[in-house]
């Protein structure tokens, strides 16, 4: 029989879950640890979705862990070579052997008189959950609901006679060769699949109810490239890591310092690559200023080549009903479809739902405040892995997943069985979990932990900041309470 009770538990074994395990082998080697996944495979992210195209929208440079080295020329990498990354990392580590796959965690409860978390896990070929437990809990489980990606409900959608899928739920056998698709969406997932489905489809038409920032970028770095021949391997991958963490926080510093300025550099672009054929005013000007949402990236700028060659149309317009045939728009514009595809988003979750209950008082996350964007107030022993919003989401994990562990040291050395952190200062500023405002937030902001004005408190979505905090700040700083 398997064992139950662990040092520490991680929950989710993507990208955020692979690094903790990483960090609690090389940090704290004296620690059992497993890693419950829900789903059949590693990846998360990168094992739910199929549809044609996926890929990387942040370079691998900074979005591949610190501690193995991205070897590919490629820095803007497809699902497919992300996937086959992950692979060797845990199996060069011996990861996989700590990973028990379809261990669905459906109740965590955390008790101060035994120091212990237990967990109600469904486990495969039983109806009943089975109990495990541990001294410290690691959240790595992402942010949205794997089970249904957000689609608006949509006036006569059931009158459409072609064929409707969600990118989430991708039909590896569809064929779309030769066929007319509305792609309705205009974000990331959208700009990722419109140039691939464009390659095979009749004619794509993108479909938005309002424009997104849209930056072309190569997908190969010519100049990681020049440092890799001449430097030696992993000399070379700090330095291109490090490249491109001061150029996505020189990008966003400067979005947010002139976003007038940021905003006409990123228009002058879209105009010189689609021409004059189409109205960048109209199709590509955003209401919002630069980084309010996150910039969607189009390598080597294929989405701007497709448009320019007459493969891909642009309609900015609502949505009146769906008709047999294909989409008629409030306008009056009727857009003729075999295959409509609703890259509309995703549907943000707290905790894949999972009930917290923390001496028998079931968690409300609305009414608690992060700690150092890492644990929660008034939650012991447990810490959460969310990365950035503004850059790759690899770099806050892997530095969140190091304070975890450098955590369980401290907490070791001197004999403490439990840490949590307390917010009782009544003149701290109560914020939104997020600054950051794309509809798959907003929709669940006030279920979510709220952040704080001032440190510890504080989120930044700053990197340099982050890691002075993370590396440096005193672990028993009056607020991280330990028995």
Not at 105 to 131: C, D, E, F, H, Y
Request: charged share 20%; hydrophobic share 40%.
């Amino acid at each position: 029989m398997c064992a139950t009770h662990f040092d520490v538990i991680i929950i989710g074994a993507g990208i955020s879950g692979i690094s903790a395990a990483h960090y609690m082998q090389t940090d704290c080697p004296d620690k059992n640890y497993v890693i419950l996944e829900g789903r059949q495979n590693i990846g998360g992210t990168w094992d739910l979705f199929r549809y044609p195209g996926i890929r990387s929208d942040s370079d691998m440079y900074t979005f591949g862990f610190a501690f193995k080295p991205w070897r590919s020329p490629q820095a803007i990498a497809p699902r497919e070579s992300i996937v086959q990354y992950l692979d060797e990392a845990v199996k060069e580590e011996g990861i996989d052997a700590h990973i028990q796959f379809e261990h669905k965690l459906l109740k965590a409860a955390w008790s101060s008189a035994a120091t212990l978390w237990s967990l109600s896990v469904l486990t495969p070929g039983s109806n009943s959950p089975q109990v495990f437990t541990c001294s410290f809990l690691s959240l790595c489980m992402g942010y949205y609901d794997y089970e249904n990606g957000y689609s608006p409900v949509f006036t006569g959608r059931e009158n459409f006679k072609g064929t409707i899928v969600h990118p989430q739920h991708w039909d590896a056998n569809l064929d779309y060769t030769d066929k007319k698709i509305v792609v309705i969406g205009s974000g990331a997932t959208a700009v990722t699949l419109i140039p691939v489905l464009a390659k095979e489809a009749a004619h794509v038409t993108m479909l938005q109810r309002s424009p997104t920032y849209i930056a072309a970028q190569p997908d190969v770095d010519k100049t990681a490239i020049r440092i890799n021949k001449i430097l030696p391997k992993e000399t070379a991958y700090r330095i291109n890591r490090i490249r491109k963490i001061l150029a996505q926080r020189l990008v966003y510093t400067f979005s947010r310092s002139f976003p007038a300025t940021m905003k006409k550099v990123l228009l002058k672009s879209v105009k010189a690559s689609v021409g004059d054929g189409i109205d960048v005013g109209l199709h590509f000007s955003p209401t919002y200023d630069p980084w309010d949402q996150r910039l969607c990236l189009a390598p080597n700028g294929d989405i701007f080549k497709a448009i320019k060659a007459g493969k891909v149309s642009v309609v900015t317009d609502q949505i009146n009903t769906f008709t047999e045939t294909g989409i008629q728009l409030a306008s009056g514009q009727f857009l003729e479809a075999d295959i409509i595809v609703t890259a509309t988003g995703l549907n943000a979750i707290l905790f894949s739902n999972v009930d917290f209950e923390v001496d028998g008082e079931k968690v409300d996350f609305s009414k608690t405040v992060c700690y150092k964007s890492a644990m929660i107030s008034d939650i012991p022993n447990m810490t959460f892995a969310f990365g950035y919003t503004n850059a790759s989401w690899t770099l806050k994990c892997d530095m969140t997943n190091q304070y975890t562990c450098r955590l369980i040291n401290y907490m070791a050395a001197h004999g403490y069985k439990q840490c949590v952190p307390v917010q009782n200062d009544p003149a701290l500023e109560i914020k939104p979990f997020s600054d950051f405002s794309p509809g798959y937030l907003l929709r669940v902001i006030n279920q979510l932990p709220k952040t704080g004005g001032t440190k510890p408190w504080k989120v930044e979505q700053n990197y340099y900041y982050d890691k002075k905090m993370f590396e440096k700040s005193p672990l028993d700083d009056g607020v991280l309470q330990f028995k």
